[in-house]
């Protein structure tokens, strides 16, 4: 259902898919979903303020720990909580665990917002992750609950066969390309009610199957770049946001104002 409501506000929590990776800016950087969102509502709302405190590599714990108290103080109209996939990737997941820290992020967030918004996050096609498919989806079933619970809208990413494509997906094969996080932009500006501009759950063109070594050689390098060093990170329990900031820490007008042109 669409509304003419304009909301003024956004605040994005969560981990690297809401941080924007693999979504790369030419000058060094990501810009993802949330930046593209926060540019459409910033269209229709002037004075239009934005947060972003994702970093990647977050688990639920430390989302819950260090961006929900300070996201839910902003007072923003729409806050955005997507967390604990990093959780059940790693070979030791307690999910009954991941499931109660989810349950208090959402018990804090939904009443300090206008719209909170939830997602399945999307779920790509291929072997690596189908071991990990039950556990997506029992934390899939979680975010269900808790919508229907705290009025909550829920943007059904998994749902969607197009964002299991794998050309949706970075070499890394775990984060979204740019035309993947267009998409999810469009998802949660329609969940918000707005005016579709497109279906962003249309399909791709077919795809020309790539010849066998090509396959096995984006496979090689696929383990040797990215997956050894995940799976490396996991077993010693570390993450690839250690010590990074939140690109957008503080709830500021956005676009942000151009920096004044130095005098000569």
């Known amino acids: 259902m669409q509304t003419n409501v304009d909301y003024t506000s956004l605040v994005a929590v969560g981990d690297s898919f809401t941080e924007g990776m693999s979504d790369a800016l030419p000058g060094g950087g990501y810009r993802g979903w949330a930046d593209l969102l ?18 990647r590599g977050k688990l639920i714990g430390q989302i819950v720990r260090e961006q ?10 729409v806050i955005t909580l997507v967390g604990g996939l990093n959780d059940a990737l790693r070979p030791n997941c307690d999910l009954p665990r991941v499931t109660g820290l989810l349950e208090q992020a959402v018990e804090q ?16 096609n291929g072997p690596v992750l189908e071991r ?15 919508a229907a619970r705290h009025g909550a809208a829920v943007v059904d990413l998994y749902g ?8 949706m ?26 005016p579709a501009e497109d279906d962003w759950r249309a399909e791709l063109p077919p795809a020309v199957p790539p010849r066998w070594t090509t396959r096995r050689s984006a496979d090689l390098r696929f383990a040797r770049e990215h997956l050894l060093p995940w799976i490396g990170r996991r077993l010693t329990g570390r993450s690839s946001g250690d010590g990074l900031p ?9 676009p942000p104002a151009p920096a004044p042109s130095a005098e000569h």
Do not use: I
């Open 38 to 55: 926060a540019t459409r509502l910033a269209a229709r709302s002037p004075g239009f303020r934005y947060a972003n405190l994702a970093v």
């Open 68 to 77: 929900v108290p300070r996201a839910a103080a902003m007072g923003a109209e």
């Open 109 to 124: 967030l939904a009443p300090a917002c206008r719209q909170l918004v939830l997602m399945r996050s999307p779920g790509r």
């Open 132 to 146: 990990f498919r039950p556990r997506m989806e029992e934390l899939f079933a979680t975010v269900d609950a808790l």
């Open 160 to 167: 969607a066969p197009v964002l299991a494509d794998p050309r």
């Open 169 to 194: 997906w970075d070499v890394d094969r775990l984060h979204l390309t740019a035309e993947g996080h267009r998409r999810v932009a469009e998802a949660v500006w329609q969940t918000l009610g707005l």
């Open 246 to 254: 939140p690109k957008r820490p503080e709830l500021l007008p956005y």
